[in-house]
């Protein structure tokens, strides 16, 4: 059974930075896409970011481009969500996903969920 545990969320400026981390136990970590959602309060989750097993492709929602930076680290079982100029808009739970394939970049339901971290950004 796969484990996801983000980190990173907190309390941020509009126009700020965050990172945000997912460490993955329990599966073979290089050959599961990962992505990135979020879910804002009353509204329903959805997709951010999402990259392939080997890193290679990445895919990112319209209000993420230009703005957030997926990445992942193999070695560490890692994946990252680096999120630049921050907005209101942006706030929301954030929450880890990863497939049981290699290649997902966020147009199939992923097949496990982490737990979630809060980013709040403030105006």
């Known amino acids: 059974q796969v484990q996801l545990v983000e980190s990173g969320g907190g309390l941020v400026q509009a126009g700020g930075s965050l990172r945000l981390s997912c460490a993955a136990s329990g599966g073979t970590f290089s050959t599961s896409a990962m992505g990135w959602f979020r879910q804002a309060p009353g509204k329903e989750r959805e997709f951010v970011a999402a990259?392939?097993?080997?890193?290679?492709?990445?895919n990112y929602a319209a209000s993420a481009k230009g703005r957030f930076t997926i990445s992942r680290d193999n070695a560490r079982n890692t994946v990252y969500l680096q999120m630049n100029s921050l907005t209101p808009e942006d706030t929301a739970v954030y929450y880890c996903?990863?497939?049981?394939?290699?290649?997902?970049?966020?147009?199939?339901?992923?097949?496990?969920w982490g737990q979630g971290t809060q980013v709040t950004v403030s105006s």
């Open positions: 996903a990863a497939d049981r394939t290699y290649y997902n970049l966020g147009y199939r339901p992923y097949d496990y």
């Open positions: 990259v392939t097993g080997n890193g290679r492709y990445t």
